[in-house]
């Protein structure tokens, strides 16, 4: 399937769509967001990317710490500025002149891998997920599904090795957390029929001018040809 120009949805409430939605997603340091700048770089597309969780979610780097005690609240946090990012990416939608609004995560990932990750590692509660649950279900009944969800592979050790390197403050490179998140990310991309998915395989480095192309080869069967 390839998009053709000047196709484009609507809102839930009607209000017309300028532009289409592309996430790019995949385990914590994977490499979602080195990912969506080569889309930026090569498509005509806004981007919509993340911020330093670190310093805006004030619970993030206790809950690397002492997860049992913070998990909770880390991840309330993450499901509220999700609403919030949300909102922007509706008016940037609706807006922009762009093909593309690009952005280097899902607000679906949340509960879909992150929370179920700290349930199964015993960080959260019965009652904590359950909770998180019921509040995710509902308010992901606003979210707008994105029209491609683009999917970054990586390995246990990749993982590992990748987080030691970008150094974010306060992030912890524990295998079996990263382990258990990966394996989170992996069933969520497996389960994904919201819309069409395509996955950027953990051998290809698309930091490498060769990778890089090999990766718009496979986008452009989705985006089209790429600007530039």
Do not use: C
Request: proline share 5%.
């Amino acid at each position: 399937m390839v998009w053709a120009p000047g196709k484009h949805r609507a809102t839930p409430e009607g209000r017309r769509l300028s532009a289409r939605y592309v996430v790019v997603t995949g385990a914590v340091g994977a490499g979602a967001t080195t990912v969506s700048n080569v889309i930026l770089r090569r498509w005509d597309a806004d981007p919509l990317l993340e911020d330093q969780i670190e310093t805006n979610n004030p619970f993030f780097k206790d809950a690397q710490t002492d997860p049992e005690r913070w998990a909770f609240s880390s991840q309330a946090h993450f499901l509220a500025a999700s609403v919030e990012r949300h909102a922007r990416l509706r008016a940037l939608l609706e807006t922009t002149e762009t093909d593309f609004v690009v952005e280097d995560r899902t607000p679906f990932e949340h509960h879909g891998a992150y929370v179920l990750s700290a349930y199964r590692l015993g960080h959260l509660s019965e009652r904590e997920y359950e909770l998180l649950t019921k509040l995710a279900r509902e308010i992901e009944k606003q979210y707008l599904i994105p029209d491609l969800l683009v999917y970054r592979e990586m390995t246990d050790e990749q993982l590992v090795e990748r987080v030691l390197t970008r150094g974010r403050d306060g992030e912890s490179a524990d295998h079996g957390r990263l382990s258990s998140i990966h394996e989170a990310f992996e069933a969520f991309a497996d389960k994904w029929d919201r819309s069409p998915l395509t996955r950027v395989p953990a051998d290809l480095d698309v930091l490498d001018p060769d990778g890089e192309e090999t990766l718009v080869h496979s986008l452009s069967t989705v985006l089209g040809s790429p600007k530039r």
